[in-house]
């Protein structure tokens, strides 16, 4: 039970702090930001100018923004629960029951609240664990322990909501969330706060190509390196919710809440005496050095975990935009004999090797091998691609099914969609309802069983559609089933990986509609998009790590003409674009000249050469005025070696750039600068290049760190479309 003594709890981590004082009837947060290294007169300084002025026209009683908002505080905006059980009632009063705080050694720790609300009859608990990074997940549960007189015997509570809101202050007044389609994921969007509501909806089974991503808040003009930002994720793979609010009378002391939660369809959380519901974790994140601390911070707490991939990541080569459907086995091993010696480290066949699946129309469902086109199964392939010392890997689409199968045939009722009659399929193909055990079961068993037979390293999982009209057929009834859907996801690929230790999973979903921190939780690489065009690529991965680090983010080169955008671009420049990610191939080698396979040799030896420092390496971007231009860089913990990339993808106004700052470098220690060119030549909008930049490429130049993070160097003109690579090396 609460003591006395236990009035305000504190975590703090990596310079940032949550502060909470423990109060009655619902705690409040009364920091959430900088490290204030706060003493026991702090705390109480923070308690005495943590209540608001009673305003006209308001509540008696000075509003709070507490830790489960609700109108009992005054608190008009959305509120973190909400559900009634049969229209009765459909207000929330928890109050607090007991409380701790523990602190961890490494810094960081957690704080656990518990509830019981007599009006709901709902118990539940608030649990915030801030880690060594000093990123915050905040987890929910409720759970039905008692009837309240209003409801009627035998109905269920119906929870429509449940969220977790963090109050942000007045300064934080821009925001930025993200929006996208197929092939333009993660494109940004900026605003000023206003007064309402600014939500988000992700209504899609998943979080969409059009994601919010991440919802931040920031000082006015926040950029990659400078301004404070508040920011927050939803780790979930189903429907989501994000929430900026601002109201007139503020958030408590704060000027505006910031939050996210699980949308949940109507009835599709129905709470009977014992039943339980888990909030999907809200993750929230704060920095005083721009969007790349709030990198920083994801990056260290993904890279902590005990599941992150410890090996290098081999180089890929996929066989979708060689071969297509047209699985061929001669064709297949003149591509593995290419790949073998361009360097490739492991080789994923796509789609096309199962059951009647000559198109995109039929087979989705049927996961054995097609003996029309394998007559001798796929031994010959996965003998040929381990002779050369390459793992193997194999595509799927489990939650998927095309009605055109024998599955579909066998089992209509395992379709996702109402009794009534399916809507319209989308990429030929419906959605497989594995909330069902029997069809949980039969294609675990069928993936399963594939794996073990063939020895797989690594799984495509591929989830090509949005789920829509997503009720599963339960007992007579349609139910909402996206968020047991969801969920099954999560059990399969831990039944999965729990069945084949040492297994890897990729997550795609028509490229990056599904990318999340709970599907990372499970998986271990992303496909970011569909497109593999090196000028829309760059911009999405740019994004893309925001959230993930290098090292999960799967980075293609393609073809000369990109086969989702039609443009051309030259070999160069799509070597550097899929150099500082988890590099891969996605093009058919067969037709490349021996020039070009010796370009690619060498880009395969220098993935290899910069893979430890690119997939361990703080991440960092530089805040330029020309948006058509972008320099990005991978900097080792210990600050002894950065990559840079400088490149350009359409024209400018401006003739040069002038100087231009490195970010993220010691402005006290000085550097070796040198200009990478293994990779072919970069085309340039000038006659000669800088003066400095030529040393660079011929011998290699020493410069102070002040001249490089303070005053800038003049970077070259380059024509569209061209990037070049910066090697810096710290001198002792």
Same mark, same amino acid.
């Given at each position: 039970?609460?003591?006395?003594?236990?009035?305000?709890?504190?975590?703090?981590?990596?310079?940032? $702090?949550?502060?909470?004082?423990?109060?009655?009837?619902?705690?409040?947060? +009364?920091?959430?930001?900088?490290?204030?290294?706060?003493?026991?007169?702090?705390?109480?300084? &923070?308690?005495?100018?943590?209540?608001? !002025?009673?305003?006209?026209? @308001?509540?008696?009683? =000075?509003? @709070?923004?507490?830790?489960?908002?609700?109108?009992?505080?005054?608190?008009?905006?959305?509120?973190?629960?909400?559900?009634?059980?049969?229209? @009765?009632?459909?207000?929330?009063?928890?109050? &607090?029951?007991?409380?701790?705080?523990?602190?961890?050694?490494?810094?960081?720790?957690?704080?656990?609240?518990?509830?019981?609300?007599?009006?709901?009859?709902?118990?539940?608990?608030?649990?915030?664990?801030?880690?060594?990074? %000093?990123?915050?997940?905040?987890?929910?549960?409720?759970?039905?322990?008692?009837?309240?007189?209003?409801? =009627?015997?035998?109905?269920?509570?119906?929870?429509?909501?449940?969220?977790? +809101?963090?109050?942000?202050?007045?300064? $934080?007044?821009?925001?930025?969330?993200?929006?996208?389609?197929?092939?333009?994921?993660?494109?940004?969007?900026?605003?000023?706060?206003?007064?309402?509501?600014?939500?988000?909806?992700?209504?899609?089974?998943?979080?969409?190509?059009?994601?919010?991503?991440?919802?931040?808040?920031?000082?006015?003009?926040?950029?990659?390196?400078?301004?404070?930002?508040?920011?927050?994720?939803?780790?979930?793979?189903?429907?989501?919710?994000?929430?900026?609010?601002?109201?007139?009378?503020?958030?408590?002391?704060? !000027?505006?809440?910031? %939050?996210?939660?699980?949308?949940?369809?109507?009835?599709?959380?129905?709470?009977?005496?014992?039943?339980?519901?888990?909030?999907?974790?809200?993750?929230?994140?704060?920095?005083?050095?721009?969007?790349?601390?709030?990198?920083?911070?994801?990056?260290?707490?993904?890279?902590?975990?005990?599941?992150?991939?410890?090996?290098?990541?081999? /180089?890929?080569?996929?066989?979708?935009?060689?071969?297509?459907?047209?699985?061929?086995?001669?064709? +297949?091993?003149?591509?593995?004999?290419?790949?073998?010696?361009?360097?490739?480290?492991?080789?994923?066949?796509?789609?096309?090797?199962?059951?009647?699946?000559?198109?995109?129309?039929?087979?989705?469902?049927?996961?054995?091998?097609?003996?029309?086109?394998?007559?001798?199964?796929?031994?010959?392939?996965?003998?040929?691609?381990?002779?050369?010392?390459?793992?193997?890997?194999?595509?799927?689409?489990?939650?998927?099914?095309?009605?055109?199968?024998? #599955?579909?045939?066998?089992?209509?009722?395992?379709?996702?969609?109402?009794?009534? %009659?399916?809507?319209?399929?989308?990429?030929?193909?419906?959605?497989?309802?594995?909330?069902?055990?029997?069809?949980?079961?039969?294609?675990?068993?069928?993936?399963?069983? #594939?794996?073990?037979?063939?020895?797989?390293?690594?799984?495509?999982?591929?989830?090509?559609?949005?789920?829509?009209?997503?009720?599963?057929?339960?007992?007579?009834?349609?139910?909402?089933?996206?968020?047991?859907?969801?969920?099954?996801?999560?059990?399969?690929?831990?039944?999965?990986?729990?069945?084949?230790?040492?297994?890897?999973?990729?997550?795609?979903?028509?490229?990056?509609?599904?990318?999340?921190?709970?599907?990372?939780?499970?998986?271990?690489?992303?496909?970011?998009?569909?497109?593999?065009?090196?000028?829309?690529?760059?911009?999405?991965?740019?994004?893309?790590?925001?959230?993930?680090?290098?090292? /999960?983010?799967? @980075?293609?080169?393609?073809?000369?003409?990109?086969?989702?955008?039609?443009?051309?671009?030259?070999?160069?420049?799509?070597? *550097?674009?899929?150099?500082?990610?988890?590099?891969? *191939?996605?093009?058919?080698?067969?037709?490349?000249?021996?020039?070009?396979?010796? !370009? *690619?040799?060498?880009?395969?030896?220098?993935?290899?050469?910069?893979?430890?420092?690119?997939?361990?390496?703080?991440?960092?971007?530089?805040?330029?005025?020309?948006?058509?231009?972008?320099?990005?860089?991978?900097?080792?913990?210990?600050?002894?070696?950065?990559?840079?990339?400088?490149?350009?993808?359409?024209?400018?106004?401006?003739?040069?750039?002038?100087?231009?700052?490195?970010?993220?470098?010691?402005?006290?220690?000085?550097?070796?600068?040198?200009?990478?060119?293994? &990779?072919?030549?970069?085309?340039?909008?000038?006659?000669?290049?800088?003066?400095? +930049?030529?040393?660079?490429?011929?011998?290699?130049?020493?410069?102070?760190?002040?001249?490089?993070?303070?005053?800038?160097?003049?970077?070259?003109?380059?024509?569209?479309?061209?990037?070049?690579?910066?090697?810096?090396?710290?001198?002792?």
């Amino acid at each position: 039970m609460l003591k006395s003594d236990d009035v305000v709890y504190t975590l703090r981590a990596a310079g940032t $702090a949550l502060v909470i004082e423990v109060t009655q009837p619902v705690p409040r947060v +009364l920091h959430w930001g900088s490290d204030l290294g706060l003493d026991g007169r702090s705390g109480t300084d &923070l308690v005495a100018t943590a209540t608001p !002025a009673v305003l006209n026209n @308001s509540p008696d009683e =000075p509003r @709070s923004m507490t830790v489960w908002p609700s109108e009992r505080d005054g608190w008009a905006g959305t509120p973190a629960q909400r559900g009634h059980a049969a229209g @009765s009632v459909d207000i929330a009063r928890p109050e &607090l029951v007991d409380s701790s705080c523990t602190q961890a050694p490494g810094g960081g720790g957690q704080v656990h609240l518990s509830f019981t609300d007599a009006v709901s009859g709902l118990s539940s608990t608030l649990t915030y664990t801030m880690d060594a990074a %000093g990123v915050l997940a905040v987890d929910a549960t409720v759970v039905r322990t008692a009837r309240p007189a209003p409801a =009627p015997d035998g109905v269920p509570y119906t929870l429509d909501g449940l969220r977790t +809101l963090m109050p942000v202050p007045d300064r $934080a007044s821009e925001r930025l969330d993200f929006t996208g389609k197929w092939c333009r994921e993660r494109s940004p969007q900026r605003a000023t706060v206003g007064f309402g509501s600014h939500v988000r909806h992700a209504r899609r089974g998943k979080p969409g190509h059009d994601t919010p991503y991440l919802m931040a808040v920031g000082t006015p003009g926040f950029g990659f390196g400078h301004g404070e930002v508040w920011a927050t994720h939803l780790a979930w793979s189903g429907d989501a919710e994000y929430l900026l609010e601002r109201l007139p009378e503020g958030a408590g002391v704060f !000027a505006a809440a910031l %939050g996210a939660g699980e949308v949940l369809r109507s009835g599709e959380v129905l709470l009977d005496d014992g039943d339980r519901y888990h909030a999907p974790t809200t993750v929230f994140v704060w920095s005083e050095t721009g969007l790349d601390g709030i990198a920083d911070r994801l990056h260290r707490r993904l890279r902590a975990r005990a599941s992150h991939p410890a090996q290098p990541r081999p /180089l890929v080569l996929n066989t979708w935009e060689a071969v297509y459907f047209d699985h061929d086995m001669d064709r +297949l091993t003149t591509l593995v004999e290419r790949a073998a010696q361009v360097g490739v480290e492991r080789v994923v066949l796509d789609d096309g090797w199962f059951h009647g699946r000559r198109g995109d129309d039929a087979g989705l469902g049927d996961w054995t091998v097609d003996a029309g086109v394998w007559p001798s199964g796929l031994d010959p392939f996965v003998d040929l691609v381990r002779s050369y010392g390459m793992q193997f890997g194999l595509w799927f689409e489990p939650e998927m099914i095309n009605l055109d199968s024998d #599955l579909a045939r066998a089992h209509p009722d395992w379709v996702l969609g109402p009794r009534q %009659g399916l809507g319209p399929s989308a990429r030929n193909q419906y959605v497989l309802d594995i909330g069902r055990p029997d069809a949980y079961e039969h294609v675990l068993k069928s993936v399963s069983a #594939l794996v073990a037979q063939y020895r797989i390293d690594y799984l495509k999982w591929d989830h090509n559609r949005d789920l829509l009209e997503a009720v599963g057929r339960r007992n007579g009834r349609d139910r909402p089933a996206v968020h047991e859907q969801t969920l099954a996801l999560y059990r399969m690929l831990d039944d999965l990986r729990e069945r084949h230790p040492g297994l890897e999973i990729e997550t795609c979903s028509g490229g990056g509609g599904r990318i999340d921190l709970g599907i990372l939780d499970r998986t271990d690489r992303l496909w970011a998009s569909d497109c593999n065009d090196p000028v829309e690529r760059s911009r999405i991965e740019q994004w893309t790590r925001l959230l993930v680090p290098p090292e /999960l983010i799967g @980075s293609h080169l393609g073809a000369e003409r990109s086969h989702t955008t039609g443009r051309k671009t030259d070999l160069s420049y799509r070597l *550097i674009s899929s150099l500082t990610a988890h590099a891969g *191939i996605e093009w058919d080698l067969t037709t490349a000249s021996e020039a070009e396979l010796a !370009a *690619i040799t060498a880009w395969a030896d220098l993935y290899r050469e910069l893979r430890p420092l690119l997939h361990t390496g703080r991440v960092v971007n530089a805040d330029l005025a020309d948006e058509a231009v972008a320099l990005t860089g991978v900097i080792a913990q210990d600050g002894s070696r950065a990559v840079f990339v400088w490149s350009r993808a359409t024209s400018s106004p401006s003739g040069q750039s002038g100087r231009v700052r490195l970010p993220g470098l010691d402005p006290r220690s000085r550097y070796r600068l040198r200009l990478r060119d293994e &990779l072919g030549g970069t085309r340039r909008h000038q006659v000669q290049d800088p003066a400095w +930049l030529t040393e660079a490429a011929a011998n290699g130049l020493d410069l102070d760190g002040t001249v490089l993070t303070v005053v800038g160097i003049p970077l070259p003109t380059l024509n569209p479309q061209q990037a070049l690579l910066l090697d810096v090396e710290q001198l002792g």
